[in-house]
């Protein structure tokens, strides 16, 4: 089955405390990316991949670094979690280029962080 | 920002009615596209369509494109109580970045 699992899907930490989102497709997708979902905010996205090694901000990169070494994985990295992180975590890839395709997304990972 | 807006932000119909729901956007786009977020899940592609494209149908879903107005029109025909779900339109830009509106709630009451 097509998917993108995400893990963990809820975590609750503590402020300072690294921690790490995984994402991995099944689909073969060049396209991987981060959002943030926050009530009346909508998804902000994060960071994005277009293939293996290349990675890009977008629009709420601060705090957060990811990682593209196989095609399949996309990880996500709080090195140092704030309160202000606490949020609703998708991770989404697309075929080819993102302007071409249609994203799919995996099931959230709700992070709280005290 | 380059968020796109939904209006109305919050929609409550009955069974049977139609449902329309609105999404402005700020800048120039290759597409735009329509997803439905069941509360706490993720998001489930519905409908894209081009930026040369201004009108497109899928089963009882009809999108409309304005690119001259910034904006896209989602109609839901014949709702079921199924369709309860936020609905977000998100636009792709040509560096390969998706925004996505803030979304409307869509209640269909039984």
């Known amino acids: 089955e097509a998917q993108v699992t995400q893990n963990p899907r809820y975590l609750i930490t503590v402020t300072g405390k690294k921690l790490t989102v995984t994402c991995s497709q099944n689909?073969?997708?060049?396209?991987m990316s981060w959002y943030r979902q926050d009530p009346g905010l909508g998804l902000r996205q994060i960071y994005y991949s277009m293939n293996v090694e290349v990675t890009d901000k977008g629009d709420v990169p601060e705090g957060y670094k990811v990682s593209r070494k196989e095609k399949r994985n996309f990880p996500l990295i709080l090195e140092s979690p704030s309160p202000n992180q606490t949020s609703l975590y998708f991770c989404a890839s697309s075929k080819r280029l993102a302007v071409t395709g249609e994203l799919f997304f995996g099931e959230g990972s709700r992070l709280t962080v005290l | 920002s380059q968020q796109g807006e939904e209006d109305p932000q919050a929609l409550s119909i009955q069974e049977g009615e139609n449902a329309t729901m609105n999404c402005s956007y700020k800048t120039s786009i290759n597409n735009l596209q329509w997803y439905r977020q069941n509360s706490g899940r993720g998001l489930v592609h519905l409908i894209l369509?081009?930026?040369?494209?201004r009108e497109k149908h899928s089963g009882r879903l009809r999108v409309t494109l304005d690119t001259s107005k910034k904006s896209s029109s989602l109609l839901i025909t014949a709702s079921r109580a199924a369709d309860t779900a936020s609905y977000f339109c998100?636009?792709?830009?040509?560096?390969?970045?998706?925004?996505f509106g803030t979304g409307t709630s869509l209640t269909v009451i039984p």
């Open positions: 689909m073969n997708h060049e396209y």
């Open positions: 369509i081009r930026s040369n494209e």
């Open positions: 998100a636009t792709a830009n040509t560096g390969n970045q998706f925004y």
